[in-house]
């Protein structure tokens, strides 16, 4: 069974920064395509970035492109997205996902582990 446990959520003031991380366990890590997602208040979940299983390759979300870095260190069974620059439409719950393939992937259906979120709230 595949967990994934985030953190590094918080309150923070539009132009901060905050570091998510998200450890995993249960599956090889570095075979495993990884991605962020977050769900704003009444709103869909919607895909905000993702990496592949070697690192090498990296998606972003328009709204978060330049702003946010997605990273991985396989050594540590652990992924990070950076966030530079936060807007309050960025406050949302994040979460982290793990696919079956080595590739990356930006459709929500392809990812079939979850973890629980950590609340980001942007806010002045």
């Known amino acids: 069974q595949v967990q994934l446990v985030e953190s590094g959520g918080g309150s923070v003031q539009p132009g901060d920064s905050l570091r998510l991380s998200c450890a995993t366990s249960?599956?090889?890590?570095?075979?495993?395509?990884m991605g962020w997602f977050r769900q704003a208040p009444g709103k869909e979940r919607e895909f905000v970035s993702a990496?592949?299983?070697?690192?090498?390759?990296?998606k972003y979300a328009d709204s978060v492109k330049g702003r946010f870095t997605i990273s991985r260190e396989n050594a540590k069974n652990t992924v990070y997205l950076q966030m530079n620059s936060l807007k309050p439409e960025d406050t949302a719950v994040y979460y982290c996902?793990?696919?079956?393939?080595?590739?990356?992937?930006?459709?929500?259906?392809?990812?079939?582990?979850w973890g629980q979120g950590t609340q980001v709230t942007v806010s002045s």
């Open positions: 996902a793990a696919t079956t393939s080595v590739f990356l992937t930006l459709l929500e259906n392809n990812y079939a582990y």
């Open positions: 249960g599956r090889t890590f570095s075979r495993t395509g």
């Open positions: 990496i592949s299983g070697s690192g090498a390759n990296t």
